[in-house]
């Protein structure tokens, strides 16, 4: 028998204990469809069961604020997971996406950092007082007609930070395991620390945006100590129980910012502590042509490079974002660049992409045509839209979407594995 062209692409893989049907994760995306408040809505639901119906095989959420604090600097609008109050919603959502066969991994975050936003006047917290700047040269192209209009000036220039001081650090990683834990009984598959993009952790691991002169500044060992001690608590609680991975940037592309030789070793000590897989992406908010790269080229010529390099220090799994030519796809997930192709953008335009791979219909795919009209949106307050996909927005009129509950799962599995895990420490 012939052959797929694709068959790599659709081998199984394992994170952790996890199995994963396929190596196509839909990359984690804000789409601003939660309450104002953090709480899952029948769109955010749609939105992401619409991706996992399409044959995504690892769904990863979009940044979820794991902490009050962290959600009072909120820019947009995300879910949050800060009290017990959160976990209902997120369980249905968790339910819908299983019941398509995908996992879901919930992205949780510390912080926005410097990135967030008052609007109230009080400084963001941040390692140290200094806001961010974005210079018209490092915007990818298509946002260049949006220079001067307000709402990208409210972007362009942060608020001035506060200093976060070392008792707000320790206690705001005991908040962020405790959310893990929510996650858990939400019944989330896997657990991803948020450390890229010139957010809150990035900020601290980056010497530009860290000028401290305590144990978390300075030297690349300090700086990376908030990054290590919430992967270290997040492990120690739930290893056991379920995956944990981390994000990063593979590369700041700032001059005197992060650089892959550090993450290269940032990710090893991770690797080394027992986290089962390494998320990458590139740039920052200061840096988005790399963060949201416009062409094929220049993929090939940045994160696969990167990535190749994050590979050749890893035997954990790693993920790259941004291979939207199913060629290219199959080609680096055969040459060992990486484990996990993940579509950003390319999953907002079509969200069957997997499926019409799988079944070779790749000339039917709707090709994202990187307007970023979705972030330029976002960046306005606006939800996001596609100029190729009128769906986006919508899906929760589909009712195909909502699918009966698997006959027989009460508990989520985390849940019961997290309960069991419970009672074997207690008979210790
Ligand atoms: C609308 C939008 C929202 C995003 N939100 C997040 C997020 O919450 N967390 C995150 O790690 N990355 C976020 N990203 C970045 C994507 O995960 C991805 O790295 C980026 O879009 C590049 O991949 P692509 O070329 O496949 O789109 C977002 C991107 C877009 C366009």
Redesign the pocket.
């Known amino acids: 028998m012939e052959k797929p062209c694709f068959e790599t692409l659709f081998e199984p893989i394992k994170i952790g204990d996890i199995e994963l049907s396929n190596r196509l994760a839909m990359?984690?995306?804000?789409?601003l469809f939660s309450t104002h408040d953090g709480f899952v809505t029948e769109q955010s639901i749609a939105w992401y069961t619409r991706r996992a119906k399409g044959g995504f095989g690892l769904i990863i959420t979009?940044?979820i604020f794991a902490t009050k604090m962290s959600y009072q600097f909120n820019f947009y609008k995300?879910f949050c997971l800060y009290n017990d109050l959160f976990i209902s919603s997120l369980n249905t959502l968790v339910e819908a996406v299983h019941s398509f066969g995908a996992k879901i991994f919930a992205?949780l975050t510390i912080g926005l950092g410097r990135q967030g936003r008052s609007l109230d006047g009080t400084p963001a917290y941040a390692p140290s007082p200094i806001p961010y700047e974005v210079s018209a040269e490092m915007l990818p192209e298509t946002f260049k007609p949006m220079l001067g209009s307000p709402e990208l000036e409210k972007y362009m220039k942060g608020q001035t930070p506060r200093e976060m001081t070392v008792e707000e650090i320790q206690s705001e990683q005991e908040r962020y395991v405790e959310a893990c834990v929510r996650a858990i009984t939400a019944g989330f598959d896997g657990i991803e620390i948020?450390a890229?993009?010139g957010y809150l952790l990035h900020q601290f691991l980056s010497p530009r945006s860290n000028k401290r002169t305590d144990q978390y500044g300075g030297s690349l060992e300090n700086r990376m100590r908030f990054l290590v001690e919430i992967a270290e608590r997040t492990l120690e609680k739930v290893k056991n129980v379920i995956p944990v991975g981390v994000?990063m940037s593979a590369a700041e592309h700032m001059p005197g910012g992060l650089t892959l030789d550090e993450v290269k070793v940032v990710a090893k000590k991770l690797e080394d502590m027992g986290i089962s897989y390494f998320n990458i992406?590139d740039g920052c908010y200061e840096a988005l042509k790399y963060?949201?790269?416009e062409s094929i080229e220049h993929?090939k010529n940045h994160i696969l490079k990167e990535a190749a390099e994050l590979k050749s220090v890893l035997d954990i799994p790693i993920m790259t974002?941004?291979i939207?030519d199913p060629a290219l796809a199959e080609q680096a997930v055969r040459e060992g660049i990486t484990d996990i192709v993940?579509?950003?953008?390319?999953?907002?335009a079509d969200p069957d992409w997997p499926n019409k791979v799988k079944q070779g219909k790749t000339d039917e795919i709707r090709k994202?045509t990187r307007c970023?009209q979705?972030?330029m949106r976002?960046m306005s307050g606006l939800q996001?839209r596609c100029a190729v996909n009128p769906e986006v927005g919508f899906e929760r009129y589909d009712q195909t979407l909502f699918q009966k509950r698997r006959k027989g799962a009460i508990l989520p599995d985390s849940f019961v594995k997290w309960s069991l895990a419970q009672m074997i420490q207690v008979s210790k």
């Open positions: 990359a984690p995306m804000d789409m979009e940044a995300n992205q948020h890229p993009h994000r992406s963060f949201l790269p993929v974002p941004s939207n993940e579509l950003g953008r390319q999953s907002i994202c970023l979705c972030l976002m996001p």
